[in-house]
Nanobody, 126 residues
Framework: QVQLVESGGGLVQAGGSLRLSCAAS????????MGWFRQAPGKEREFVAA????????YYSDSMKGRATISRDNANNTAYLQMNGLKPEDTAVYYC???????????????????WGQGTQVTVSS
């Protein structure tokens, strides 16, 4: 059974940086994609960034483009989300997600991902 375990959330001042990690354990062969979504109170879950695991192509939301970098460690089945220049509106629970069902070409819909982590809180103070 595969699990996704996130870490790295916390409280940071506006303009600061955080790096989130997502480690996939268990059967991870043939994973196609790993990504990050976020959900603020009262809002829908929204796409942040994703990575095509076999091709290495990266995708970003417009709001995070230029401020975030998603990367991977193939040997440890871990993805990272480095976020810089954080703003109070970035405050949310950040979820890691992964998919094994089909090659990934930048589908921003949460339903494109079949496995989710438990989430990690990111709070940006003004």
């Amino acid at each position: 059974q595969v699990q996704l375990v996130e870490s790295g959330g916390g409280l940071v001042q506006a303009g600061g940086s955080l790096r989130l990690s997502c480690a996939a354990s268990g059967r991870t062969a043939s994973m196609y994609a790993m990504g990050w979504f976020r959900q603020a109170p009262g809002k829908e879950r929204e796409f942040v960034a994703a990575l095509s695991w076999n091709r290495g192509t990266t995708y970003y939301s417009d709001s995070m483009k230029g401020r975030a970098t998603i990367s991977r460690d193939n040997a440890n089945n871990t993805a990272y989300l480095q976020m810089n220049g954080l703003k109070p509106e970035d405050t949310a629970v950040y979820y890691c997600a992964a998919d094994w069902s089909r090659p990934y070409y930048g589908n921003y819909d949460p339903r494109a991902f079949t496995l989710w982590g438990q989430g990690t809180q990111v709070t940006v103070s003004s």
